[in-house]
Every structure is written in C-alpha cells, then in structure tokens.
C-alpha cells in the first residue's frame, strides 16, 4: 500500500461506487415519482427529486470536481520522481477525507461538518502541491 498510484485507484473505486449508489437510488425515486427518463435532460429538472437522493449525485459530481486536481498532482509526483513516504502519506490522507466527506454527504449532509472536511482535503492538496514545487 505503499505506492503513490494506489491512493488514486482507490478514489477512482469510490468514485465508482457512488455512482453505483447515485442509479441506485435515483432510479427508483424517478419511477416512484413517475418520472420520465427524459426529465432528466437539464440541470435541476430532478430537483423534485428527495433530498436523500439528490445528494448522492451532488457528491458524484463533487467527485468529478477537486479530485481532478488530486489525480494530475499525483501523477505529477509520480512521474517526476518525487515520491517519498510523506507523499504518500498525503495522498491517502486526502483519499480518508474524501471518503469522510462522502459519507458526510450521502447520510446526514451536515454542511459546516462537510465544508470542514472539504478544506482539510484542500490544505492536504496545498501541502502536496507546494512540496512538489519545492522540489524544483
């Protein structure tokens, strides 16, 4: 577990997994609702949907937000030649606070608690980043 490329699979595999759980959940909402498979054509056209839904793809999407910059900082480092454990260790620690924050979010959707973690992963990106400019 000691590779600077394992912590992004394991984002890729949480980001999997709640895009599992988002069509798990959405789907049966929209047939509950008696949603046409169309309605789902715009931004906020699933807005009716319950909030316990609607906020497991809030955080899909916030999967496919921040962790961008997490995946092109990793693999960065990687291919500079600049892992060391302390990365490493940075990059789990930002992996464990997404999966917080995705918890956080699909259950009890607390926001200052959310938005807390959110900035503990972005300072975890800082750090990486302003060590790997650093190592210029």
Not at 124 to 133: D, E, G, I, K, S
Request: charged content about 10%.
């Amino acid at each position: 577990m000691n590779s600077m490329l394992t912590p992004v699979l394991a984002l890729v595999c949480l980001s999997l997994l709640v895009w599992i759980w988002m069509y798990a959940t959405r789907i049966p909402a929209m047939q509950r609702a008696k949603l046409d498979p169309n309605a789902a054509m715009h931004p906020g056209s699933l807005d009716i949907l319950p909030s316990e839904v609607r906020r497991v793809a809030d955080n899909y999407n916030h999967l496919m937000e921040q962790p961008t910059i997490f995946y092109a900082l990793t693999f960065y480092i990687y291919l500079a030649g600049l892992v060391d454990p302390i990365f490493v260790g940075l990059a789990w620690a930002y992996v464990g606070l997404r999966v917080i924050h995705t918890l956080v979010q699909c259950t009890v959707n607390r926001v200052p608690l959310r938005f807390t973690i959110f900035a503990m992963s972005t300072l975890v990106l800082m750090v990486m980043a302003v060590r790997a400019v650093l190592a210029l």
